[in-house]
C-alpha cells in the first residue's frame, strides 16, 4: 500500500504543514493557527530573501512565538506560513516555488535536502484511493493536515462505516456521491468540533509524551473506566478524548456512532 502522488499540496484546496510543526502546540486550534501563520508569513513578507534575513526572521519569530511546543522534542518552523492573500493554502515560505528561486530553507529547523526528501508515513500506508477520499472531504488546510497525517483515524473511520454498511466502504464510491462526502466530511470534521474534550490534556490525538517529550500512542484504562472495548474506541482516541469515566467515554462512543451512520445512511438500503 502506498499513495503514488504528492500528499503535502495536493490541490483542490488541501495543503498540509503538519511535519513542519504546525500542530505541535497545546492550542492547536483553527483560530491560534492561523494567527501563527500569519504572523509567520507577514514577517517574511518583508524579508529580503536571503539566508541572513530570512535567518533573523526565522530567530525572531521562534523568540516571540509565545507558546512552547506539546512535544518538545517536535521541531516547530517558524518558515511555514500562508501560500496565497485568502489564507487557504499553507506551506513552506522559504522554498524556492515561492521566494522565486533561492532555496531559503536552510533558516528553517531542518536542513532543505530533509525538507526536500521527507515524506510521512501517510505515504506509505494510506491507499491513493484513502488518501483522495481525505483531499476531497477536507478541501481545507486545518482539516486536512489533521486527518491526512492519521492513518488510525482514516482507517478506523472507514472500517466503522463498513460494520455500518455490512459490506465494503469503497473510498472512489463516497467520493462520487455528494451526499455521502458531506455526511464523511463532517464525521472527519469531528477532529475539529467534537465537544466535551478536555483542552487542557496534554494529548494530541492517539498520542501523549514521554518523559523525553517524544510522542507515544496512548490507550484507554478500562479497568479504571469499569468499562469493556468498543470498536469506535480507535476513532474516540483519535479524537483527542481522555474519558476520565464510563459516562464520558460512552458519550464519545455515542458522538462517533451517529456520525458514522450519517454517512451510511447516504447509501440505499
Ligand atoms: S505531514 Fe506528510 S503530508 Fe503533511 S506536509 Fe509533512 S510529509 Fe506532507
Ligand atoms: S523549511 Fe522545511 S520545516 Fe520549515 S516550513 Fe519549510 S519545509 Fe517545513
New binding site residues.
Given amino acids: 500500500m502506498s499513495v503514488s502522488f504528492h500528499l503535502c499540496q495536493p490541490g483542490g484546496g488541501a495543503s498540509c ?1 503538519a511535519c ?1 510543526g504546525l500542530y505541535n502546540f497545546r492550542d492547536h486550534s483553527r483560530a491560534a493557527l492561523t494567527q501563527r501563520l500569519a504572523t509567520q508569513t507577514a514577517r517574511l513578507a518583508h524579508a529580503p530573501r536571503t539566508p541572513e534575513a530570512y535567518g533573523e526572521a526565522a530567530r525572531e519569530l521562534t523568540a516571540n512565538r509565545g507558546a512552547s511546543a506539546l512535544f518538545p522534542i517536535v521541531r516547530v ?1 517558524p ?2 506560513g500562508f501560500l496565497d492573500a485568502e489564507q487557504q493554502r499553507v506551506g ?1 515560505l ?2 524556492p516555488l515561492v521566494t522565486g528561486g533561492t532555496d531559503l ?1 536552510d533558516c ?3 536542513r532543505a535536502t530533509v ?1 526536500e526528501t521527507f515524506t510521512c508515513p501517510s505515504f506509505g500506508w494510506l491507499t491513493d484511493a484513502q488518501a483522495r477520499l481525505v483531499q476531497a472531504a477536507c478541501a481545507d488546510w486545518y482539516l486536512y493536515g489533521l486527518v491526512i497525517t492519521d492513518v488510525e483515524f482514516v482507517r478506523g473511520c472507514l472500517k466503522l462505516l463498513e460494520w455500518e454498511l455490512g459490506g465494503p466502504a469503497r473510498p472512489e464510491l463516497l467520493r462520487e456521491r455528494p451526499e455521502s462526502l458531506s455526511a464523511l466530511r463532517r464525521l472527519f470534521a469531528l477532529k475539529e468540533t467534537a465537544p466535551g474534550r478536555d483542552g487542557q490534556a496534554t494529548v494530541f490525538g492517539r498520542f501523549t509524551h514521554d518523559t523525553e517529550g517524544e510522542p507515544v500512542p496512548r490507550s484507554l484504562d478500562y479497568a479504571a473506566l469499569g468499562t469493556r472495548a468498543a470498536p469506535e474506541d480507535d476513532v474516540v482516541l483519535c479524537l483527542g478524548y481522555t474519558p476520565a469515566s464510563a459516562p464520558e467515554l460512552l458519550a464519545a462512543r455515542e458522538l462517533v456512532r451517529e456520525h458514522v451512520r450519517a454517512v451510511a445512511a447516504t447509501f440505499p438500503a
Fill in positions: 504543514g513542519c518552523c518558515l511555514l513552506c522559504g522554498h530553507r528553517g529547523v531542518y525538507c
